[in-house]
């Protein structure tokens, strides 16, 4: 069956410190894996997508990894802001056309002052 | 370029009643979604539409119909509102199937 996990569920830091968010994957066949931002109240923004190929994705102070061969993933967020509280979603697309996509159930981050 | 909207923004039912909820999208996107998004869990695909003309079922289609009324309008019709259809629902668009999916702000269904 085709499962996105993520932990933790929740995850509260100060701001300034840097955290790790985790995304483990049962799909096949893969085709990308997205990470996405989304703010309380809003829909869910991209931050990265990589593909099969990539094994590390930049966008500003987030970094995504990916490592195919144990289906996982995790995004880096480094001197966290204030504005980075939100909840944090793995998204992976299956099959050639990247028509099936399972949405992990995402990660509350909270950053405090 | 407003992306995706969505109307309405909040909505009470109650049981039975019918509504018709809106989605647009001014990126000349192919492909549009409809997903429900509840509490502790990932989001999951209602209906999709690959192409204009075209509509297919999600994972949980039960209770919903959908039309793509044209290339930029594609709507979701709750016929006989449950209160298991309280949710939080988003429509989504994107050109190609791998490419980025962008999403509406989202409408909040409250039926009792």
């Known amino acids: 069956k085709n499962q996105v996990e993520q932990s933790p569920q929740s995850l509260i830091i100060l701001e300034g410190k840097n955290c790790t968010l985790q995304?483990?994957?049962?799909?096949?066949?893969?085709?990308?894996l997205r990470w996405y931002k989304q703010d309380t109240g809003r829909g869910p923004v991209s931050l990265t997508i990589?593909?099969?190929?990539?094994n590390t994705k930049s966008n500003g102070r987030y970094t995504a990894t990916l490592d195919a061969d144990t289906k996982q993933s995790s995004l880096h967020i480094t001197a966290s802001q204030l504005s980075d509280s939100a909840s944090y979603i793995c998204?992976?697309?299956?099959?050639?056309?990247?028509?099936?996509?399972?949405f992990g159930a995402g990660t509350r981050l909270f950053v405090k002052a | 370029n407003a992306g995706v909207t969505q109307t309405p923004k909040f909505q009470v039912l109650k049981t039975g009643q019918s509504m018709t909820l809106q989605c647009a999208q001014d990126?000349?996107?192919?492909?549009m979604y409809w997903y429900r998004q509840d509490p502790g869990m990932g989001l999951r695909l209602i209906y999709y539409?690959?192409?204009?003309?075209?509509?297919d079922k999600g994972e949980v289609p039960n209770g919903y119909n959908v039309s793509r009324l044209n290339k930029r309008e594609f709507s979701l019709r709750l016929e006989s509102a449950a209160p298991s259809q309280t949710s939080v629902y988003f429509c989504?668009?994107?050109?190609?199937?791998?490419?980025?999916?962008?999403f509406g702000p989202g409408t909040r269904l409250t039926v009792t």
């Open positions: 989504a668009s994107k050109e190609r199937p791998n490419y980025e999916q962008y």
């Open positions: 995304c483990n994957y049962t799909v096949s066949p893969f085709s990308n």
């Open positions: 990589m593909t099969f190929s990539e």
């Open positions: 998204v992976v697309s299956a099959g050639t056309g990247g028509f099936k996509t399972i």
């Open positions: 990126m000349n996107h192919n492909s």
């Open positions: 539409s690959a192409s204009e003309g075209t509509t």
